[in-house]
């Protein structure tokens, strides 16, 4: 299974054609891309049309749902952000790395557009698909 970040998301509800869209259309078409509570929040909060807002809701629901952080993932998140830091490197946002951890322990890929996730490729493992 594939979980395919909001930053895919985004340019996929765009129209903008590019390789992460393109992939997000085929893993769609074949029932690959799992969503979660994350990137459900993160997603929706950006639409201030309302029948955009119901038709991205409609999408999302779409899609088979995790629950992303619980007690096991928080406590792995702040050891891979640590671990991260240690290298030198500094995750702009803590919902990327709630998003890299969930991958991680659920043995899923990311399909992504954010350059954040990659250091934790090779540092923490993650797994992304290109």
């Known amino acids: ?12 509800v765009k129209g903008i054609i590019a390789p992460h869209t393109d992939l997000l259309d085929f893993e769609l078409l074949n029932n690959q891309i799992i969503t979660g509570d994350i990137i459900i929040t993160e997603f929706l ?6 029948t955009a ?8 629901e779409s899609l088979v749902y995790y629950d992303f952080i619980g007690h096991k ?3 792995k998140a702040a050891d891979y952000y640590r671990k ?6 500094t995750i702009r946002k803590t919902i990327d790395i709630f ?9 899923f890929q990311l399909l992504h557009n ?17």
Do not use: H
Not at 45 to 50: R, T
Not at 115 to 129: A, C, K, S, T
């Open 53 to 60: 807002f119901i038709k991205a809701k409609e999408l999302m």
């Open 1 to 12: 299974m594939i979980v395919a970040d909001t930053s895919v998301w985004i340019d996929y």
């Open 99 to 107: 998003i890299a951890t969930f991958c991680i322990e659920n043995d």
């Open 114 to 130: 954010d350059r954040d996730f990659d250091p934790m490729e090779e540092i923490i493992g993650l797994r992304v698909r290109r």
């Open 45 to 50: 909060q950006g639409f201030k049309i309302d």
């Open 84 to 89: 991260l830091r240690k290298q030198g490197i």
């Open 73 to 75: 993932n928080a406590y």
